[in-house]
């Protein structure tokens, strides 16, 4: 991904309205998004685009992820939660 959509993305995941949110998608951002081949970069895009309570939902647990490409992402975006609840 080029720099200026990679800080664009950044804006929009850090910019959100529910705290937990920003958290866990910057804390993904800064460590886990450059590891990610362009299809799982795309469906992380996706997930970016979920209004707050639906990802939450999603990155809580609450809710299962019932899309197969964007499950992947999910699994790992509730990895870096339990690692972010770990670090306080």
Do not use: N
């Not at 509730?78 to 306080?88: D, K, M, T």
């Amino acid at each position: 991904m080029e720099r200026a959509a990679f800080e664009r993305l950044r804006w929009r995941c850090t910019r959100r309205g529910l705290l937990e949110v920003d958290m866990v998608l910057g804390r993904f951002l800064e460590e886990g998004f450059g590891k990610l081949s362009d299809a799982e970069e795309q469906a992380f895009v996706e997930l970016a685009d979920y209004e707050d309570l639906e990802l939450w939902h999603l990155i809580s647990a609450q809710k299962a992820c019932e899309d197969a490409r964007l499950a992947p992402i999910v699994a790992m975006l509730q990895a870096c939660r339990g690692h972010a609840a770990e670090a306080v």
